[in-house]
């Protein structure tokens, strides 16, 4: 197969990124800026999202061209996230990369973002490809699948109300340790006892066979709302300081169950034992450790290392060179949808 050269864009949150990828893995530049200004706010506030990535954008590609020593004429394809994620985020790069790909003559490739989450492992790892039962936890998103080739998505089971990510960034602010939650609850749990207080394991019943329709899927408001009740009821006694790391250790044990037990329910039905694992909160070293376990001796977990399981352009380039090789390239009336459902993607196979 002939490499080609794609230069990959993220702006669908707040991470402006960008990327030069020479097919198949050769990462020649990759530039991350992250937007701290959201932790004041307790989360991403939408509109200084999008003004920030106006403002770094320009830069983020320059360097990340200047890294990769790449001429403007080598660049075969501008891959783009055109969704799902803030609608005025994914509009800044959706535009840029439009403008730029014009510019060069160059086709354009409108990436799916949770797409590329699926195929960042791949770019460590080039084990890290389907079949695989693929668990994806972001900020937005939680989706159980099986994944029988590139392309092809077979949803088992997703959230019914907040992402795992979401999960974890509600519980954090309750306990006051800000924005993004995932990684302080996750150094908080070191320090405290996860079987101190019994939260619920939502939609995660013994009695459950795969014909019912919460074999699958997630809730976690429910265990945010538990969370919510211990830290108001200790808060009342005055004892919530001291109590945290407990709560904090209780609450990530709770959810990583749920994740685990239902991935390993798609690992038994699919007998497929290579499972992948991808999206932000796959940084998470508890989850790894305990689906690593739960795979031991026949399995194996796939998942990339911090820098690519969080927000990147690097994925992006990824994915939208799986799509510029099926030959699907962007209409000039291209534009950014939050809702982009992900393509490929039918009903659950019972
Ligand atoms: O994929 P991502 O970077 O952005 C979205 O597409 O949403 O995921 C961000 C999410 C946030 O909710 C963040 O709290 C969570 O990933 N996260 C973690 C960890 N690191 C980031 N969750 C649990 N443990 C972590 N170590
Ligand atoms: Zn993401």
Same mark, same amino acid.
């Given at each position: 197969?002939?490499?080609?050269?794609?230069?990959?864009?993220?702006?669908?949150?707040?991470?402006?990124?960008?990327?030069?990828?020479?097919?198949?893995?050769?990462?020649?530049?990759? #530039?991350?800026?992250?937007?701290?200004?959201?932790?004041?706010?307790?989360?991403?506030?939408? =509109?200084?999202?999008?003004?920030?990535?106006?403002?770094?954008?320009?830069?983020?590609?320059?360097?990340?061209?200047?890294?990769?020593?790449?001429?403007?004429?080598?660049?075969?394809?501008?891959?783009?996230?055109?969704?799902?994620?803030?609608?005025?985020?994914?509009? #800044?790069?959706?535009?840029?990369?439009?403008?730029?790909?014009?510019?060069?003559?160059?086709?354009?490739?409108?990436?799916?973002?949770? =797409?590329?989450?699926?195929?960042?492992?791949?770019?460590?790892?080039?084990?890290?490809?389907?079949?695989? #039962?693929?668990?994806?936890?972001?900020?937005?998103?939680?989706?159980?699948?099986?994944?029988?080739?590139?392309?092809?998505?077979?949803?088992?089971?997703?959230?019914?109300?907040?992402?795992?990510?979401?999960?974890?960034?509600?519980?954090?602010?309750?306990?006051?340790?800000?924005?993004?939650?995932?990684?302080?609850?996750?150094?908080?749990?070191?320090?405290?006892?996860?079987?101190?207080?019994?939260?619920?394991?939502?939609?995660?019943?013994?009695?459950?066979?795969?014909?019912?329709?919460?074999?699958?899927?997630?809730?976690?408001?429910?265990?945010?709302?538990?969370?919510?009740?211990?830290?108001? =009821?200790?808060?009342?006694?005055?004892?919530?300081? =001291?109590?945290?790391?407990?709560?904090?250790?209780?609450?990530?044990?709770?959810?990583?169950?749920?994740?685990?037990?239902?991935?390993?329910?798609?690992?038994?039905?699919?007998?497929?034992?290579?499972?992948?694992?991808?999206?932000?909160?796959?940084?998470?070293?508890?989850?790894?450790?305990?689906?690593?376990?739960?795979?031991?001796?026949?399995?194996?977990?796939?998942?990339?290392?911090?820098?690519?399981?969080?927000?990147?352009?690097?994925?992006?380039?990824?994915?939208?060179?799986?799509?510029?090789?099926?030959?699907?390239?962007?209409?000039?009336?291209?534009?950014?949808?939050?809702?982009?459902?992900?393509?490929?993607?039918?009903?659950?196979?019972?």
């Amino acid at each position: 197969m002939e490499s080609s050269v794609i230069l990959g864009i993220e702006t669908s949150c707040d991470e402006t990124s960008a990327a030069v990828l020479e097919t198949p893995y050769w990462l020649r530049g990759h #530039v991350v800026s992250s937007q701290d200004e959201h932790s004041l706010y307790g989360g991403v506030v939408p =509109e200084i999202a999008a003004r920030a990535h106006l403002k770094l954008i320009d830069k983020v590609v320059r360097k990340t061209l200047d890294d990769a020593g790449c001429q403007l004429g080598e660049i075969d394809a501008v891959a783009v996230t055109a969704g799902p994620g803030l609608i005025a985020a994914l509009l #800044v790069g959706v535009s840029w990369a439009k403008g730029f790909a014009f510019g060069l003559g160059k086709p354009l490739i409108p990436v799916h973002h949770m =797409e590329g989450h699926l195929f960042a492992p791949s770019l460590e790892n080039n084990e890290a490809r389907p079949p695989f #039962v693929a668990l994806l936890v972001s900020g937005g998103h939680t989706l159980l699948m099986y994944v029988p080739k590139w392309g092809e998505y077979e949803l088992l089971g997703q959230t019914r109300d907040d992402a795992a990510g979401e999960a974890f960034d509600k519980v954090s602010k309750l306990l006051g340790l800000g924005y993004p939650g995932g990684p302080v609850i996750e150094e908080r749990s070191h320090q405290g006892l996860d079987d101190r207080y019994r939260f619920p394991r939502p939609m995660l019943r013994t009695d459950q066979n795969r014909h019912d329709s919460g074999y699958y899927d997630f809730s976690f408001s429910g265990l945010k709302t538990a969370v919510a009740r211990k830290v108001e =009821e200790l808060k009342g006694r005055g004892t919530l300081e =001291e109590s945290v790391s407990d709560i904090a250790a209780s609450f990530q044990s709770a959810a990583v169950e749920v994740l685990c037990k239902k991935t390993m329910r798609a690992v038994k039905e699919k007998a497929c034992s290579r499972v992948l694992l991808g999206g932000g909160v796959s940084a998470n070293s508890r989850l790894k450790k305990d689906l690593t376990e739960e795979l031991f001796p026949d399995g194996v977990l796939y998942y990339s290392s911090p820098r690519l399981s969080a927000d990147n352009a690097a994925m992006i380039a990824c994915a939208g060179a799986f799509r510029f090789q099926q030959g699907e390239t962007a209409r000039s009336d291209l534009s950014a949808d939050p809702n982009l459902p992900l393509p490929g993607l039918r009903g659950p196979q019972r």
